[in-house]
């Protein structure tokens, strides 16, 4: 699985949407499914993240960082 988004579909379906989310949340606890660790970039590079979240080529989760 490559990722999972049931925002559009949550309301029409919610019995269905809660059973699907309530099984892909079991299989992350168990360790069977594993979540990605997040890309982390400096706030500077906040114009090359934005742009690879457009064309769809940034890592599965991007945060950027602010420095203390």
Do not use: Q, Y
């Not at 049931?6 to 309530?22: D, F, M, N, S």
């Amino acid at each position: 699985m490559s990722g999972l988004s049931i925002g559009g579909v949550a309301h029409l379906r919610p019995a269905t949407c809660t059973e699907a989310l309530t099984a892909v949340i079991s299989l992350v606890a168990c360790g069977i499914l594993d979540e990605p660790l997040p890309a982390v970039e400096p706030l500077e590079n906040a114009g090359k993240v934005h742009e690879a979240l457009e064309s769809r080529t940034a890592p599965a989760k991007t945060v950027l960082s602010v420095a203390d």
